[in-house]
């Protein structure tokens, strides 16, 4: 069974702090990775997208994909309270198949 | 910003009805999703649809399913004979051909009871 697997937290961090939530997944043959947050009772919403190794930064998220280790990652810079919600990794686990797998999601809680 | 929308918001409907969940697309999008979550579950992949047939569908996705694009602008998820199992958040998604960037819509709430 190809999978995404996420810690579930919760993980708490000070206002102001860098959260730091990881992702890994089974299949070496994922190309896509996608970032959502979704807040209780709502749908998921796009943070960020992923394809390549290395980092991509925007605003204050950074993601991070390391296709050896089969990692990918979310930092969010300068946490704020309306951060907190819960932050699904999502991958296209199959090149040509559209299907997105979800990750079970960690619940970020930011302490004012 | 374009959006997905989806209605209703809620559904309550005994066991064994069948329910039509609908859902309208952003306008320049050409494939389309529909996923479902569970409480507390993770967010679970039914079936995608292109070029008015389905491309893809999961195991969740049995002969109690279908979906339809009635027109230009609907896209609708179909339970037939619901079971109390099938209560979850229904989401619909959309995404421009070869972007792979999926959208999704606000969600149906559906409960059998």
């Known amino acids: 069974q190809k999978e995404v697997e996420q810690n579930s937290g919760p993980l708490s961090v000070p206002e102001g702090a860098i959260a730091s939530l990881n992702c890994t997944y089974s299949?070496?043959?994922?190309?896509?990775f996608f970032w959502y947050r979704q807040y209780s009772g709502k749908s998921p919403e796009l943070i960020m997208s992923?394809?390549?190794?290395g980092d991509k930064e925007d605003g204050r998220f950074t993601a991070q994909l390391n296709k050896a280790s089969q990692y990918v990652s979310l930092l969010i810079r300068d946490s704020q309270p309306s951060d907190s919600a819960t932050y699904l990794c999502?991958?296209?686990?199959?090149?040509?198949?559209?299907?997105?797998?979800f990750g079970s999601g960690t619940r970020l809680q930011v302490q004012p | 910003e374009p959006e997905v929308t989806q209605t209703p918001s809620h559904q309550v409907t005994q066991m064994g009805q069948e329910v039509i969940l609908r859902c309208v697309p952003i306008?320049?999008?050409?494939?389309f999703y529909w996923y479902r979550q569970i409480l507390g579950q993770k967010v679970e992949f039914l079936v995608s649809?292109?070029?008015?047939?389905?491309?893809?569908k999961s195991e969740i996705f049995d002969d109690q399913f279908s979906v339809e694009r009635p027109d230009g602008s609907n896209f609708t998820l179909k339970i037939r004979s619901t079971k109390l199992e099938d209560s979850a958040m229904y989401f619909c998604?959309?995404?421009?051909?070869?972007?792979?960037?999926?959208?999704f819509g606000p969600g149906t709430r559906l409960l059998v009871l």
């Open positions: 999502a991958a296209l686990l199959d090149t040509g198949r559209r299907a997105l797998t």
């Open positions: 998604a959309s995404e421009r051909i070869l972007q792979e960037t999926q959208y």
């Open positions: 649809f292109y070029n008015n047939e389905i491309s893809e």
């Open positions: 299949d070496r043959g994922s190309q896509s």
């Open positions: 306008s320049n999008h050409l494939y």
């Open positions: 992923i394809y390549s190794n």
